[in-house]
């Protein structure tokens, strides 16, 4: 398996653009989380999903947030628009989830940088 | 929600145990203890969990202390490839929702 795949892997914008960021899960995993990662916070979760159904978004820092899951293989972060202070790396993470816990297998990030 | 506190940083030889704290004195009797990893640049990398008895696995042993206000994660014999940020997290009940610590980095010495 190629693993969680994000893209894009970088992303610089101006302020007030929109910023849409991607995510391929596991196949087979039905649990998909997004963090946003900062010196000054550390690791956050924004939202996570289960069976493409948005579960706990009380991490979504503004309206200027929003995120899908259209279905099972993908899912979107979007920002609009977008701030200097949301720059940071994002991480989608999945997992496979059934009344038990599991590991969480994370893909490899996005930076964004807004100026 | 509850928080985990680990030391900022902590430095190790190579080859040598690592012993590396985690308090939780303030997690709930069902939250799952978790530990996650981060090399430089990429995601953070599932190392173990456990909810109250003591963990092994093929890359470290979660001990957990009785009354569960603590953990310690245990890397058996350091390598430079284990020089990473390691974090102490917990999933809360059966949400699977991770809140993660603040992290250790680990350097490893030749």
């Known amino acids: 398996d190629a693993g969680v795949i994000q893209s894009p892997r970088h992303e610089v914008t101006e302020m007030g653009q929109e910023v849409t960021l991607r995510c391929k899960p596991i196949?087979?995993?039905?649990?998909l989380f997004w963090y946003r990662q900062t010196m000054m916070r550390g690791l956050e979760l924004l939202i996570y999903?289960?069976?493409?159904?948005?579960?706990?978004d009380s991490g979504m820092p503004e309206d200027r947030f929003s995120a899908k899951m259209p279905n099972a293989s993908f899912s979107t972060l979007k920002i609009q628009p977008s701030e200097p202070r949301d720059s940071a790396v994002y991480f989608c993470a999945s997992s496979y989830s059934s009344g038990k816990v599991y590991e969480q297998y994370f893909g490899p990030g996005t930076r964004l940088t807004v100026t | 929600d509850a928080k985990t506190t680990q030391p900022n940083s902590m430095e190790s030889n190579e080859e040598e145990p690592v012993h590396l704290p985690c308090n939780h004195s303030?997690?709930?009797?069902?939250?799952?203890i978790h530990w996650y990893r981060q090399l430089p640049s990429q995601g953070p990398e599932y190392v173990i969990h456990g909810l109250t008895s003591n963990v092994n696995n093929r890359m470290a042993s979660l001990a957990i202390a009785e009354d569960r206000k603590s953990s310690t994660l245990i890397l058996h014999r350091a390598t430079l490839r284990d020089a990473a940020v390691y974090y102490c997290a917990y999933i809360s009940g059966n949400t699977g929702k991770l809140i993660f610590g603040q992290g250790t980095t680990l350097q490893v010495k030749p």
């Open positions: 999903f289960n069976n493409n159904v948005p579960i706990d």
């Open positions: 303030t997690i709930s009797g069902t939250d799952y």
């Open positions: 196949s087979g995993h039905n649990s």
